[in-house]
């Protein structure tokens, strides 16, 4: 207790929301724009020459063009309807690699100290995928997590983390 009988004053960072880990940022670029589409979300993909809708409907030019020159393909970009033609698009960086011969549309890699788990559309199968542990290896991993979803034929979304 103050002199006078006052509480004492707590430190900002003692509350909450101002202490503790920062949360992972989740966009590399965030951009509104106007065009007519369906629904009130979209998905898509840009790679180099093409561009991979995974939402109902036709997408307009200035949603695939409003990353043109801001980030280098391949990205992911979800949209979200702020008004009637206004829209909200968050972008994210992506790594692809090409997989050919393997079944699946998801895959989960997971390499300890003894033994590798691989994992097909949710089910362990026996084996590996070579290129996605060589992936992982060329990082310097020895220990690592890879998970892979299928964008389009032999084309994959890959991510890589250290365990």
């Known amino acids: 207790m103050l002199p006078g009988g006052g509480q004492p004053r707590r430190p900002p960072w003692d509350e909450v929301g101002i202490h503790g880990l920062h949360r992972q940022r989740e966009w590399d670029d965030v951009v509104t724009v106007e065009g007519s589409a369906d629904g009130d979300e979209i998905a898509f993909v840009v790679l180099d020459e093409s561009v991979l809708v995974e939402s109902d409907g036709e997408l307009p030019d200035s949603f695939t063009d409003a990353f043109e020159g801001r980030l280098e393909p391949p990205y992911r970009v979800v949209g979200i309807r702020q ?14 690699i090409e997989l050919p011969g393997v079944d699946g549309d998801e895959l989960d890699l997971g390499a300890g100290d ?37 964008l389009d034929g032999d084309l994959w979304e890959v991510a890589v983390a250290a365990l």
């Open 83 to 96: 008004d009637e033609d206004v829209w909200a698009l968050g972008a994210r960086r992506i790594e692809t």
């Open 114 to 150: 003894e033994e590798a788990t691989l994992l097909v559309d949710g089910a362990r199968v026996f084996g590996s995928v070579p290129a996605l542990e060589a992936l992982a290896r060329s990082r310097g991993l020895q220990r690592f997590a890879v998970h892979a979803e299928r």
